[in-house]
């Protein structure tokens, strides 16, 4: 069986936002057959999307977020800045891992589907993300 | 490896609702010894879950959704029809993707789990589901 | 291609809570190579999450769900015990299904990250946890 895995480095910078990282998965599949692409970032604060990107719903995503996890003093988690203890808890909502079918080495993404790394946290400069792929032409 | 790979073709008409799709995940497993199913919906307002269906919590999920999620003017995303905004976040909360064991052709499911497609977008009538297997017996 | 399956029996007693899958998790695939390690739950309320542990975060999301899944009178669902309801709707919101890399036999989580199960229903005390590798080097 054919296994692949590399990891990307992305630069968020100070704020938080949606970063798209569907060029980069799409490069990394290319020519590799059949199979299953897993996206995987290991923090514990970040979460991956699929979903359209560009037309406003990333700004919706952020205050959606917002709303469900106050960045208030509400928080057990108190490292960090003043309701950092909210983005340790946007892990359990939009999980850090994600799987994407690949079909004849290319995503099986609908045409308005993107996928991106969620970022509530304004403390890290940089972020690791690890792709996967598993499958049949590869190896 | 085994792969294998096929779209189906859900009828959800004009409401927004659950639709079971763990009868058509049963049958394209059936026979393929062990493995992965991923069930991956190529729309950028759909998700998918596994829940028990039929004794009221499909009507509590969309329930929920409506309260974390607003149908009103608060989104940033304005084509479609008023609140439309909101569907565009559903797949943030609830992913397209999801990943199911299969064991000697079996879903892995436990007896209150049901594999359903969630689509609060009452715009589209059809949707679209890939059902992807890798696994060991097949190919 | 390698395929590796087990259940793991987990005592959560009658609280609500988070219970640490990670080092049952690390002995699953330590020298299995490379692979995806998918973790499932075959229950209905129950939930998968990759997060930090310890630093009270665990807390801080059982109140978060507890915030956008009430335990009040509002569901349909009525069996079991009073708000019971809600914890149906907690897989659609942190679902039962989670995939993580390996790489050379060890999971490829980060620094502060541990894998958990969520159980918000204090009605069930032991609770089954599917562990499944797809892998390379296996088999």
């Known amino acids: 069986m054919g296994f692949k895995t590399t990891e990307l480095s992305i630069t968020t910078g100070s704020r938080s936002g949606l970063f798209d990282l569907t ?9 590799e057959g059949d199979g299953l692409l897993n996206v995987f970032v290991p923090h514990a ?8 990107l560009g037309a406003g719903s990333d700004v919706d995503l952020l205050r ?14 108190r490292h960090g800045s003043p309701g950092h203890g909210a983005d340790h808890v946007v892990p359990a909502f939009v999980p850090p891992s994600i799987t994407v079918p690949v079909v004849e080495g290319r995503l099986a993404l609908g045409t ?11 403390d890290n400069q ?14």
């Open 45 to 52: 604060t970040c979460g991956l999307v699929i979903m359209e």
């Open 23 to 31: 060029a980069a998965c799409e490069r990394f599949v290319a020519g």
């Open 126 to 139: 940089r972020r690791t993300v690890r792709l996967t792929l598993v499958g049949g032409a590869i190896g």
């Open 112 to 122: 308005w589907q993107s996928i991106a790394l969620v970022d509530t946290n304004v």
């Open 64 to 77: 959606a977020l917002e709303a469900v996890l106050p960045r208030d003093d509400r928080w057990t988690h």
